[in-house]
């Protein structure tokens, strides 16, 4: 057994040691059998003893393909229970005050159903008298994001949900996916915080070219029936701060997973194009800094065209594909994604003239007398101190 092995177990509270049966020894021991000593399962059923040791041994020999979590859904499926995965996250100070959460919503969550809990660090089993019904692991993702990633007895996932959700001292800051590829070249989801505009601007001054507000935009869009939204032109015109705001028009209150591709790793995986045929009930993707991706299938952009198909085959039409694109001229986009029936809308971002820089910076209290004939950016006229957060900052 490698010791990378035997010290990931030893971090969960798992003894192994390597021993051959009596029976079979020699001068030279060539097959070593794992003994696992457990943490202390005295006050259990001789049922759960015996499928704990059944779910770890299984784990040991597996453990080159399998998840944790995999071996026990296929062991509960071997005892005709259906199971249900899911990740949740939530914020937290920091990883103390995370994995603080973790554990009292599990303690809370076994007293209510009168079950217990067999930890090995932060991963526990979870079991009743007789059954062992699911695991749920504790799952770092940033220096203030964490996730209850539970595989659960189907009849008490709803209840674990129900637990987090009624988990004290919640932080409602909204937390977005960030798709992003591994080393092995597999796609991933990452959570991040959403950074929220730092300033409330009147649509009117910081978009003057539009008629409604980044929130009116964002009520029409998810009731209409065409899956796209395209906003092109100059980088620091705001059009990350208009999807942010749109964002907060939607609101976050809704099971809806908002998924930000920004990297051409992700734009060039096969993974992507499945990730939004099996999408969900109004999840909405967000895409930045594709630019090269965004031209005419005549240039051989076959990336486009199963991006294409995809929102053309969803299976959910409040499914929402927003593209955000440096591009300048409408016409070097490829067509078939702007067409009628499919697209929304293309919002055409603008420079600022003289007046509409003076509206900006006289709200923002600054010097007005620097405004010019020349057009300039939003980030531009707003310069460093007051844009700090708003434009060109993505979603990071």
Known sequence: MSNLLRNYLADR??????????????????????????????????????????????S????NNLRFRDVVRYKLAGRFINSHSETIYYVSENEKEGKKTYKEVIQKFCEEHNLGAISM?????IYSENEVHGCIEFNYCTD?????TFMLDIALADDFKTAISKRENINDTPI??????????????????????????????????????????ARAFMAAAPNVLVLYGDPGTGKTTFIKRMLQGIGFADERTISVIDTPGVMNSPELVNNIYTSKHKDIFIFE??????????????????LLNAAEGLASPDVKIIISTNIKNLADIDSALI?????????????????????????LGLDVEVCTTEHQ???????ERATEGMTGSGFM
């Open 13 to 58: 509270g798992i003894t192994v040691k390597l021993e051959t049966p009596q029976h079979q020894r020699t001068a030279i021991d060539l097959n070593p059998v794992p003994r696992i000593e457990l943490p202390d399962m005295t006050n259990l059923s001789q049922s759960v003893r015996e499928q704990v040791q059944d779910i770890v041994h299984a």
């Open 60 to 63: 040991l020999e597996y453990s």
């Open 121 to 125: 660090g932060f991963q526990e089993l």
């Open 144 to 148: 203030k994001t964490f996730g209850f």
């Open 176 to 217: 977005l996916t960030r798709l992003s590829m591994d080393n092995r070249g597999n796609m991933v989801e990452n959570s991040i915080l959403f950074n929220a505009p730092k300033i409330n601007m009147p649509a009117n001054i910081m978009y003057p070219w539009f008629n409604e507000s980044p929130e009116d935009f």
């Open 289 to 306: 800094d594709v630019d090269r991706h965004l031209y005419s299938r005549e240039e051989g952009n076959d990336i486009m065209a199963g």
């Open 339 to 363: 067409r009628p029936g499919r697209c929304f809308k293309t919002l055409e971002f603008l420079k600022l003239e003289q007046e509409q820089q003076f509206n900006v910076r006289q709200f």
């Open 377 to 383: 950016s939003l980030a531009e006229v707003m310069n």
